[in-house]
């Protein structure tokens, strides 16, 4: 009897604590949430977080570049993000002789911070809801041109939350004066590369610094020389105290995209069709080029990043669909949804709703599956870059003028710089039996035609490789001319195998995929009314979010828990110089045998160590890589970078006993901009606790 209450109640404050963790909250409503964050650990208000009118945290997050967050932390405006953040500008400033991605980079005055052309940052000046505004008739467009010419640099957007069941108006102020300011060797900062991505325990120093320079008026600026560090109103200052399992944890950023409220339909969709056709597709793609990798060093390199970036979100979605069966989502949405049709029932304005829905779906699917089934083949393939770098750097288009001519010269010679043709020829043969393995109704006839005249589809294959010009020296592709550029069998490939001419009853169904979007706003009304305990929050969509969360481990395996911090220790015990994920600086290992860890070393169970990386639950997707993870005093104790492999269903259903963010601690930050970088001197600027 008395185990049957405790059984009851644990389970009660399992499910309000399960609810806690879960969601990414809009800044502006955060009072909402404020009781509740303040039980588990949180200090401050929620002006503290978001406010229009003093400066509040929101003023210390930046959304970097296009996919990223980022976090100022001095009153120079020196900018913390993550390594695989800041990859693109730190390549871009590599060359053979100032090797930054291998060797890292260190400015060592502020004249030495290296501009980046295409680098931007976007700080949030404020967030309104215009939900009423557009019903009243406002016109979205208006709204944005107003809230752009408000002030210098400003740039607005209205976004639609619960698919468009409201809208905010968001306005920005852009800087695109950003310089790299440092960045460790790839060997801390991407340390267990690949290997250990998606994965705990984890050992990597994944972060990059960089300064945000503006006018001298501290207006947003386009590079100059005589622009100055930006004066942000507020930074983050930072805490050396370190986290333990237990503590409140509260990430500020930009996830990308998450689809918490769709149908079982679609949850079925992902998990046992679309999924394990994407997992199958780049399994092929990433067997074809490890074996190229491991047969020539050369191969190595040129495909490195490419192989990173078809693996990320291959491992991915292999989390999500294990996560998803074992989470048994797919049932207990079917639950959810059965309840759903008998409350609706009497109600003739959802009454139908859901079989709407299931014959949008029903309708949607095929067409759907086609299009990503298109852009994992074919339009994977690099033929298309070659294509476009061919083609337009041949003279069939003189008379364009001589700069951007050698614009498209060096674009094609960057490319090919990473291109091995023998390499696509077998991935051209995988993508167009993967094709033609997913879909039944095959190629358009003419597709097909053209692959029987040549004896089949690997046979076309080495027939469109033996024969074309697209790979000719860049003096003998400028001389082709149109009709050469025409018949080209990449050319025609690339024309023939398009989805423009994919079969007819796939174009003709394409516009059902829309269907299904308008028919989620009612849906997500009608969900309001019937479940008015759940704590509703919008799907991410890029735009700033709060979610908190503690530090904490997780049961990974029956009997096998896993702590949420990792140490210097761990990186030492993988070093490996055989292995390249796993050949650590040797400046590294000097540092662990003299253990001169400065202010940075601690004492972790009786041995002398430098923190590395902790895991805690708070809900992140794509996105929030970069993000400030705080503490409950609102100081910086972390960066986050990834989630744990088995998280991964977080972005459809979110379980708090399983999902995991990962964060880089900043000790070990500071750790290796002090000690390995030597560049104890940033450090002087930021607010170290
Ligand atoms: N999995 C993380 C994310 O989705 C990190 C990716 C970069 N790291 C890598 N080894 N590819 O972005
Ligand atoms: N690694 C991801 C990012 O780059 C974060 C995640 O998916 O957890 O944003």
Redesign the pocket.
């Known amino acids: 009897m008395k185990k049957g209450i405790l059984t009851v109640l644990t389970a009660v404050f399992a499910s309000l604590a399960a609810v806690a963790d879960e969601g990414m909250w809009l800044p502006s409503l955060i009072g909402e949430r404020i009781k509740d964050m303040r039980s588990k650990g949180f200090r401050l208000t929620a002006e503290d977080i978001y406010s229009v009118n003093k400066a509040s945290m929101k003023d210390a997050v930046v959304l970097f570049g296009r996919g990223c967050t980022g976090e100022i932390v001095s009153a120079e405006g020196l900018l913390l993000t993550n390594h695989?953040c800041g990859y693109g500008a730190i390549q871009s400033h590599s060359t053979l002789d100032h090797d930054y991605l291998t060797y890292g980079f260190w400015a060592r005055s502020r004249d030495e911070e290296l501009p980046n052309e295409r680098l931007t940052v976007r700080i949030l000046v404020r967030m309104e809801d215009v939900t009423d505004r557009i019903a009243a008739g406002a016109d979205k467009l208006k709204l944005i041109q107003a809230a752009r010419a408000e002030g210098p640099g400003y740039d607005a957007s209205v976004e639609e939350m619960y698919y468009g069941n409201q809208s905010f108006l968001f306005v920005y102020q852009e800087f695109s004066d950003v310089r790299l300011v440092g960045a460790p060797p790839s060997s801390i900062g991407?340390f267990g590369?690949?290997t250990d991505?998606?994965i705990w325990p984890r050992h990597t120093g994944d972060f990059s610094v960089f300064r945000i320079y503006a006018g001298r008026d501290n207006n947003p600026a386009a590079y100059s020389p005589d622009n100055v560090p930006y004066r942000p109103r507020r930074h983050f200052a930072i805490s050396t105290r370190g986290v333990k399992e237990g503590d409140f944890t509260m990430i500020y950023g930009f996830p990308g995209s998450t689809q918490q409220y769709i149908l079982s339909d679609a949850v079925d969709y992902v998990q046992n069709l679309s999924d394990p056709m994407k997992i199958d597709l780049r399994t092929r793609r990433l067997d074809i080029i490890s074996a190229a990798q491991e047969a020539d060093p050369k191969v190595r390199i040129q495909y490195a990043a490419k192989h990173?970036g078809i693996?990320?979100a291959w491992k991915?979605w292999q989390g999500e669909v294990a996560g998803l069966k074992r989470m048994n989502t797919l049932a207990a949405k079917r639950d959810y949804e059965r309840r759903f049709a008998e409350w609706a029932a009497d109600k003739p304005e959802y009454a139908g709703l859901l079989d709407s829905m299931r014959a949008a779906y029903a309708r949607g699917r095929e067409p759907y599956f086609h299009q990503e089934l298109l852009s994992e083949s074919i339009r994977s393939l690099e033929l298309y870059p070659l294509v476009r770098h061919g083609v337009l750097s041949s003279s069939w288009r003189r008379g364009e003028d001589d700069a951007i001519a050698e614009q498209r010269r060096i674009k094609r010679a960057a490319f090919l710089k990473d291109y091995d043709p023998a390499v696509d020829r077998a991935l051209v043969k995988s993508a167009l039996r993967g094709f033609a393995d997913y879909c039944p109704e095959g190629f358009s006839a003419e597709a097909q035609a053209e692959i029987d005249r040549h004896g089949g589809m690997d046979a076309y294959a080495d027939y469109v490789f033996d024969h074309t010009r697209m790979l000719l020296p860049q003096e003998e592709i400028e001389r082709l001319d149109s009709a050469a550029v025409v018949s080209d069998p990449i050319y025609r490939f690339v024309v023939l195998f398009d989805g423009k001419r994919a079969p007819e009853y796939y174009r003709r169904n394409l516009s059902n995929i829309s269907d299904i979007e308008r028919w989620y706003r009612p849906y997500l009304r009608a969900l309001r009314a019937f479940d008015p305990d759940r704590a509703f929050f919008p799907d991410a969509n890029l735009t700033l979010r709060v979610a908190y969360g503690t530090v904490a481990g997780y049961e990974y395996a029956d009997g096998e828990y896993h702590t949420p911090q990792t140490t210097l220790d761990g990186i030492i015990a993988k070093d490996n110089p055989e292995i390249y994920d796993y050949d650590i600086p040797q400046r590294l290992r000097d540092l662990y045998a003299s253990k001169e860890y400065g202010r940075w070393g601690v004492e972790i169970d009786g041995r002398r160590t430098v923190p590395v990386c902790f895991l805690a639950s708070n809900q992140t997707t794509?996105g929030n890589?970069g993000s400030p993870v705080l503490n409950g005093r609102g100081e910086l104790i972390g960066i986050n970078?990834?989630r744990t492999w088995r998280s991964t269903m977080s972005d459809i259903a979110f379980d708090p006993t399983i999902c995991r963010n990962i964060a880089v601690d900043i000790r070990y930050v500071l750790f290796v901009i002090d000690k390995v970088g030597g560049a104890g001197y940033l450090i002087d600027e930021m607010e170290v606790r």
């Open positions: 695989h991407k590369g690949d991505n998606w990173a693996a990320n991915k794509g890589s970078f990834d």
